[in-house]
């Protein structure tokens, strides 16, 4: 196995085991004490751990890669604006179609439960989109872009992972959807950061409620969003890459 390709490979055995270890210790805990805020905290400690092992080793680089340096702030902007429509664009369509997500009944309740609070906003919306890029971007796609896999499998291959780790159904689709976009962005740019900007602004819109409005009102949001979707995705890939740096 090719030296680069086998490091990765354990890198994501170790964040596995890492993140796994920390659920179970959060279940444990919350069931100790009775509590599921405790739970929650414990999550959002170990994920912190996990995420200054990660960029602190140095094993996943927290930098811009091949952004020019001039139009770092401009991508930072753009990533928050394909964010904001990719997520308005998966919700008017959802909605328009009636297709609900994976989560309904009282498992959409249990998870409502959990990702309430201070600590259920930062696993959510912070620690959980971060802990995901460093594991799907940083580790599995870049692991597979430096072998021989063609860019657009691995970044299908990472994809596909992430979806896995969302469940099936509705969710499936949307996480390899997403999975995709976030994939390209860091195949294209070299960093992991526009990644994370999208990652957490995505999350952190789930909790606008912009439920029961008219099919009108959906249709408007789709084709805004779709519009300022495909200007973001143009706009990375015409305007801030670097060719001549190394990411």
């Known amino acids: 196995m090719d030296e680069g390709i086998g490091k990765s490979v354990k890198l994501f055995l170790i964040w596995c085991s890492l993140y796994f270890a920390t659920i179970v210790i959060g279940i444990i805990f919350g069931r100790i004490f009775k509590n599921i805020e405790i739970m929650k905290w414990t999550l959002v400690a170990g994920y912190l751990l996990i995420t200054v092992l990660f960029f602190g080793k140095g094993y996943v680089k927290l930098t811009f890669g091949r952004i020019k340096r001039r139009m770092v702030w401009p991508a930072v902007g753009v990533s928050v604006l394909i964010a904001a429509s990719h997520a308005f664009v998966l919700f008017s369509a959802l909605s328009l179609l009636d297709v609900d997500l994976l989560y309904q009944g009282d498992e ?140």
């Open 108 to 247: 959409l309740e249990r998870r409502q439960q959990f990702f309430s609070g201070i600590a259920g906003a930062l696993n959510a919306c912070i620690f959980g989109p971060i802990m995901e890029e460093i594991c799907f971007r940083g580790l599995v796609l870049d692991g597979l872009l430096k072998t021989r896999c063609r860019p657009w499998l691995a970044i299908l291959i990472s994809a596909l992972l992430f979806a896995l780790l969302h469940g099936f159904g509705a969710n499936f689709v949307t996480a390899m959807l997403f999975g995709i976009l976030v994939g390209w962005l860091y195949w294209r740019t070299g960093s992991i950061i526009p990644g994370i900007i999208i990652h957490i602004t995505n999350n952190s819109l789930t909790a606008i409620d912009i439920s029961n409005q008219t099919n009108t009102f959906y249709l408007i949001i789709l084709v805004v969003g779709i519009v300022l979707l495909a200007y973001g995705i143009w706009w990375f890939w015409k305007k801030p890459i670097n060719d001549s740096a190394t990411s």
